[in-house]
């Protein structure tokens, strides 16, 4: 298993529960969440999962749920995103040197995938980052993001432990950022502000401004 399928069914409580999300939804996409942006980007960002009422129902990551208006603000303000706003599939928003993708790319439960579901996808994750340019950069948005990246690169946590705004030299020369996930509970909390992702992303202007 590495390349994305939408009809994969890999793992049984995610399949379960999304059968069950597609009963009470009809309308909604309720099937794995594609990565979304450029095919050879200078930034792959890696989320945790699709939302329920977010990427689960419009088949985008961050698209259409509160965790992604401080990302794709940030991503149009540094010249990632052709709009400031993404709401839809067809609203015409296109990434510039960037890609979306998550660590589990269906609904979980609750929000809170198993330890064995990230195992279960991280091959796709694994495949997305032996695609990477060389140049390119990786922002694991939260702890568990940033573990299945170790995981795809078979590498042990000791070595990069998480940490907001916190840069990693990965063996084969990319950096690997790390923020706290934009998530509605870490903004309405502060324990992420718009100045502190601002400066992740100030970080990684650093890295990546004068790639192609």
Known sequence: ??????????????????????????????KPVAPFGADKPALLIVGLAPGMHGANRTGRPFTGDYAGILLYDTLHRYGYASRPVSVALEDGLRLKRCRITNAVKCLPPGNKPETSEVRQCNAYLKAELEALPR????????????????????????????????????????????????????????????????????RIGEHVADKP
């Open 135 to 202: 140049s390119a950069a990786i922002l694991a948005l939260g702890a568990i993001a940033h573990q299945a990246v170790l995981m795809a690169l078979g590498l042990k946590r000791a070595g990069y432990p998480f940490g907001h705004a916190a840069r990693h030299v990965l063996p084969d020369g990319k950096l690997l950022f790390d923020s706290y996930h934009c998530s509605r509970y870490n903004t309405n909390t502060r324990r992420l502000t718009e100045e502190m992702f601002r400066e992740v992303f100030e």
């Open 1 to 30: 298993m590495s390349a994305f399928s939408l009809e994969c069914r890999a793992c049984p409580r995610l399949s379960k529960h999304l059968a069950g999300v597609r009963e009470e939804y009809a309308d909604y996409h309720a």
